[in-house]
């Protein structure tokens, strides 16, 4: 896939994975790179970004294979942007399909 999409939907597919619970950086990269393909390295500027605008919050908990970890958890105002973007999103995509779907014809 283009780097180029990429980018624009990171964010999303990260709030949308803290929206099913609390997970720390290296399960969201994992997560995303299962179903993405992108390095490891990429999701941690975005959770830092993320956390600088105030739409996830940390934590540190402790782990049973090392030091603690640093947890992301969605805020009401990151709930907030993903409910927006989502929107966003498939109203996009669905623009998108329509302009794809037409050219077919």
């Not at 997560?31 to 739409?55: E, N």
């Not at 996830?56 to 973007?85: C, M």
């Not at 669905?94 to 050219?103: F, N, R, S, T």
Request: hydrophobic share 30%; charged share 30%.
């Amino acid at each position: 896939m283009n780097n180029q999409f990429k980018k624009g939907v990171l964010d999303l597919c990260v709030l949308t994975i803290l929206a099913k619970g609390d997970s720390y950086g290296y399960d969201v990269a994992d997560t995303l790179s299962g179903k993405i393909q992108m390095s490891d390295g990429t999701v941690y500027p975005i959770l830092r970004k993320l956390a600088a605008d105030g739409y996830v919050s940390t934590y540190l908990k402790e782990s049973q294979n090392g030091p603690p970890r640093k947890y992301y958890h969605l805020t009401d105002l990151g709930q907030k942007k993903l409910t927006e973007d989502k929107q966003e999103w498939d109203e996009f995509t669905k623009a998108v399909k329509g302009i794809l779907e037409d050219e077919d014809k």
